[in-house]
């Protein structure tokens, strides 16, 4: 154990010497996680705001510049915050244009042709788990589907295919999957494994120990990612575990982290966990959850990511201070560079007046072996105060901090400047973000002058508290812009992590259009077909065919979020701030399937809160084939507040009102 965990603590001498011959793990780099309906409304902003936000996450030497982009590989389950279309939710029902996580990709790509694309299932389709003793041939038979897709229909080549979600798995699935992507051609397509928080417990306690004793598994698989490895697992609470996962041949990711409200604290903890996640444990990759947040704010999560943009009726969007946490990385590095060996690669910064404790942490780089090689080294001082995550310290380390600026010496290999003789003339790039609430446009990504190196080719830092600097020899970097101005979201100044189950402030700067209509005459744009403007759809799939909204999923899917939300067929639009207000719709229930386990049912909900990931709260008006309704609190065992029969609804179109007033519930049908 103490050998793969040879950089965690490691005391900086006074000088800090960076041997840019001796290299180190291949980084992998830094990007976003693309799901659970995260970037919903975004689809149904107009021009020029769609594209400049994409810009800033996407746009090399931008904004985020992020270099790897997972995307959920749709089920029509919900998967978090909302159910993704699936392109087969019949066994060979191909749907090309299903979702928007191709479009996502294919802008990510239009941006930076160079950025890994990811895929990760969060459920499957209903015939994919219908038969339990096939699920392994299912489950390959329909991801590989999804891969031809990507590849034919959209020109999207996938770097890396994962399995499922936080879900548990079996060599069997993964070996199943090996084969039929090989016997499809794509041998190219590496295996994601794991993709769960690390540990006992959790659903591949064993990860390892599958790895190590199956050699087929062993060569099927190229990478291993975690969720919250650094703060779920901290080191100490089962170092025999990380031991065995240390052992591995495989690349070490980071493949789900963050999850924090994107306050300034929010920004901190992220910025700490590019560089910690290196540091404590080697991981090479860091994807950040939500890539952005472009859905309901009734939804749990909301204003997690590196952007916000859950407002297409008004054009407003906000770029994160989060994204120049990224750029302070992505702008200096590539994905094949290489981190420094052992400490040269990476530690925490000694505490200047407190001996065994530690106020920072930097990452250093190269580009390749050669003597003109560029290099950035990456320096950030959070402390554990004010840039806690969400989901623990976000390290193993605890880096109390500094209230006063550190001055750091930091010394490259002697070669470095004798290779790049413009290195020792015009000295090294200098950016800084001080992330606070005030003086946004001063303080996020500013270029600093210039960093002279000495004749030992060193130079000295100046590094206040809470702050990330890059020194990089890379040129172009910049705070990319949009004019007129780049529109933003202003955070409420809270310190203290937020998360999930957190509540937090109203976000939205222009409400939803009220009152609101629709009849369904048109769709949303020509690249999203039959995809319905504001529309979420929390579980099932919804689309407008000849002006009318359709839930086409007849069988149920099987759904990674459990509780009772992901068992209803609902899709949502407004606002969370309504109180008052009566919802209208013109109804129709085709005649039900032999197959179907219940009678099908209609309705509405109002004053709906919270959803996604939690049970939540709505009174609902419902009618079922048979003519019976009810009035209830929903998603409660609660009796119903009112019910009774009506005569059997047929096929004709039925009008159902449910009206909220105060205390005051009131509903009619026709």
């Known amino acids: 154990?103490?050998?793969?965990?040879?950089?965690?603590?490691?005391?900086?001498?006074?000088?800090?010497?960076?041997?840019?011959?001796?290299?180190?793990?291949?980084?992998?780099?830094?990007?976003?996680?693309?799901?659970?309906?995260?970037?919903?409304?975004?689809?149904?902003?107009?021009?020029?705001?769609?594209?400049?936000?994409?810009?800033f996450l996407f746009l090399p030497q931008f904004g985020a510049s992020l270099q790897v982009l997972k995307i959920e590989i749709g089920s029509d389950a919900s998967s978090g915050l909302g159910a993704e279309q699936s392109i087969e939710p019949e066994r060979g029902h191909i749907i090309n244009n299903a979702g928007y996580e191709f479009w996502m990709a294919e802008e990510a790509k239009k941006r930076n042709p160079d950025i890994k694309?990811?895929?990760?299932?969060?459920?499957?389709?209903?015939?994919?788990?219908?038969?339990a003793g096939n699920v392994s041939a299912a489950a390959a038979q329909f991801l590989a589907d999804w891969v031809v897709v990507a590849e034919q229909n959209h020109s999207l080549t996938l770097d890396y295919l994962g399995y499922h979600n936080e879900s548990p798995w079996t060599i069997a699935d993964l070996l199943a999957l090996r084969a039929e992507l090989d016997r499809r051609g794509y041998g190219a397509l590496k295996l994601l494994a794991g993709d769960a928080p690390p540990g006992p417990g959790w659903q591949s306690p064993d990860i390892a120990q599958r790895i190590q004793t199956n050699a087929t598994l062993d060569a099927a698989v190229a990478a291993v990612g975690f969720h919250y490895p650094m703060s779920i697992l901290p080191r100490g609470v089962d170092d025999s575990w990380w031991g065995a996962v240390f052992a591995l041949k495989q690349k070490r990711w980071s493949s789900e982290d963050y999850s924090t409200f994107s306050n300034s604290n929010g920004a901190r903890c992220l910025g700490k966990l590019f560089n910690r996640n290196f540091i404590d444990a080697q991981f090479t990759s860091t994807l950040v959850w939500d890539l952005l947040w472009s859905?309901?704010?009734?939804?749990?999560?909301?204003?997690?990511?590196?952007?916000?943009?859950?407002?297409?009726?008004?054009?407003?969007?906000?770029?994160?201070?989060?994204?120049?946490?990224?750029?302070?990385?992505?702008?200096?590095?590539?994905?094949?560079?290489?981190?420094?060996?052992?400490?040269?690669?990476?530690?925490?910064?000694?505490?200047?007046?407190?001996?065994?404790?530690?106020?920072?942490?930097?990452?250093?780089?190269?580009?390749?072996?050669?003597?003109?090689?560029?290099?950035?080294?990456?320096?950030?001082?959070?402390?554990?105060?004010?840039?806690?995550?969400?989901?623990?310290?976000?390290?193993?380390?605890?880096?109390?901090?500094?209230?006063?600026?550190?001055?750091?010496?930091?010394?490259?290999?002697?070669?470095?400047?004798?290779?790049?003789?413009d290195l020792a003339r015009d000295g090294l790039a200098a950016f800084r973000t001080v992330v606070h609430e005030d003086d946004y446009e001063a303080d996020r990504f500013v270029e600093l002058p210039r960093v002279s190196l000495d004749s030992s080719c060193c130079f000295t830092a100046s590094l206040p508290p809470?702050?990330?600097?890059?020194?990089?020899?890379?040129?172009?970097?910049?705070?990319?812009?949009?004019?007129?101005?780049?529109?933003?979201?202003?955070?409420?100044?809270?310190?203290?992590?937020?998360?999930?189950?957190?509540?937090?402030?109203?976000?939205?700067?222009?409400?939803?259009?009220?009152?609101?209509?629709?009849?369904?005459?048109?769709?949303?744009?020509?690249?999203?077909?039959?995809?319905?403007?504001?529309?979420?759809?929390?579980?099932?799939?919804?689309?407008?065919?000849?002006?009318?909204?359709?839930?086409?999923?007849?069988?149920?899917?099987?759904?990674?979020?459990?509780?009772?939300?992901?068992?209803?067929?609902?899709?949502?639009?407004?606002?969370?701030?309504?109180?008052?207000?009566?919802?209208?719709?013109?109804?129709?229930?085709?005649?039900?399937?032999?197959?179907?386990?219940?009678?099908?049912?209609?309705?509405?909900?109002?004053?709906?809160?919270?959803?996604?990931?939690?049970?939540?709260?709505?009174?609902?008006?419902?009618?079922?084939?048979?003519?019976?309704?009810n009035l209830t609190k929903a998603f409660t065992n609660d009796a119903p507040l009112a019910t009774g029969r009506t005569g059997p609804p047929g096929e004709a179109w039925h009008v159902m009102v449910l009206t909220v007033e105060g205390t005051t519930i009131s509903a009619s049908i026709d």
């Open 117 to 131: 694309l990811i895929g990760l299932a969060w459920g499957f389709p209903a015939w994919v788990t219908a038969d």
């Open 295 to 421: 859905t309901y704010e009734t939804l749990a999560c909301t204003g997690q990511g590196l952007a916000w943009a859950a407002e297409p009726w008004s054009g407003v969007y906000g770029v994160m201070d989060t994204v120049w946490m990224a750029a302070h990385t992505t702008q200096f590095t590539a994905v094949g560079w290489r981190y420094l060996k052992g400490a040269s690669g990476g530690a925490y910064l000694p505490h200047p007046d407190e001996a065994g404790k530690y106020a920072g942490s930097y990452v250093a780089l190269v580009s390749n072996e050669s003597e003109t090689a560029d290099v950035t080294v990456v320096v950030e001082t959070m402390n554990s105060t004010d840039a806690a995550c969400v989901y623990g310290n976000g390290g193993w380390v605890n880096v109390t901090g500094s209230s006063r600026t550190l001055s750091q010496r930091f010394c490259l290999a002697a070669r470095a400047c004798a290779g790049r003789p």
């Open 466 to 629: 809470n702050t990330m600097t890059t020194f990089s020899s890379v040129k172009g970097a910049k705070r990319g812009r949009h004019q007129p101005g780049d529109t933003r979201v202003t955070r409420p100044p809270e310190h203290s992590p937020v998360g999930c189950d957190d509540p937090k402030p109203p976000m939205n700067t222009v409400p939803f259009p009220f009152p609101y209509r629709t009849d369904f005459s048109w769709a949303n744009a020509t690249r999203f077909q039959d995809f319905p403007v504001y529309l979420s759809d929390q579980f099932g799939s919804f689309h407008v065919r000849d002006g009318v909204l359709r839930q086409l999923i007849t069988t149920r899917p099987a759904s990674w979020t459990p509780g009772v939300f992901s068992d209803v067929a609902s899709t949502l639009l407004g606002s969370k701030m309504w109180a008052d207000y009566s919802v209208k719709t013109t109804v129709r229930m085709p005649p039900a399937l032999p197959t179907d386990p219940w009678p099908r049912v209609t309705g509405l909900y109002a004053r709906f809160s919270q959803g996604g990931f939690h049970t939540p709260t709505a009174y609902e008006l419902s009618l079922n084939e048979l003519g019976l309704w």
């Open 1 to 55: 154990m103490a050998a793969a965990l040879l950089l965690v603590g490691a005391a900086c001498a006074a000088d800090v010497h960076l041997d840019t011959t001796a290299l180190g793990f291949e980084f992998d780099g830094l990007g976003g996680v693309s799901a659970g309906t995260g970037p919903r409304l975004l689809i149904d902003y107009e021009e020029p705001a769609r594209s400049e936000l994409l810009d």
